[in-house]
């Protein structure tokens, strides 16, 4: 069965280096053990990530035993929906890649509040003159 994006199309990969995803194989695919719903493929920066520190969810620092990496502004990484909508709530959500953020994050988050923040690039980048 195909996983499918927010958009109603197939999930797109989020990000192989560092390789993310619930399941570690660079998608927002999801399944009923990610209480978290770990669906939201963010292009993280430093004010993201410094306000997932200061709730209490540090994505900087390696957790070698959750085979993480620690992550720096410009990685691509599926975060929590929850904690996504609250960076939103005060004003520091990471940029949301909508072709790679699944479909269960509407469940959270609306889809009007994640295009605020798409950073989505055509398949051909000469469509942005």
Do not use: K
Not at 39 to 47: G, H, K, L
Not at 64 to 77: A, C, K, N, Q, T
């Amino acid at each position: 069965m195909t996983e499918l994006n927010v958009l109603g199309g197939a999930l797109e990969p989020c990000g192989y280096d560092p390789v993310t995803g619930w399941f570690r194989d660079g998608s927002c695919a999801t399944g009923p053990e990610d209480v978290g719903s770990h669906t939201i493929c963010a292009v993280v920066t430093r004010e993201f990530l410094d306000h997932q520190v200061s709730i209490g969810n540090d994505l900087i620092t390696p957790a070698p035993m959750y085979r993480f990496p620690g992550l720096v502004p410009g990685d691509r990484w599926c975060v929590t929906a929850r904690n996504w909508l609250r960076a939103y709530h005060d004003g520091a959500a990471a940029p949301v890649v909508l072709a790679a953020t699944h479909e269960r994050a509407l469940d959270i988050v609306a889809l009007s509040i994640l295009t605020e923040h798409a950073v989505d690039v055509p398949d051909d980048p000469g469509e942005l003159r």
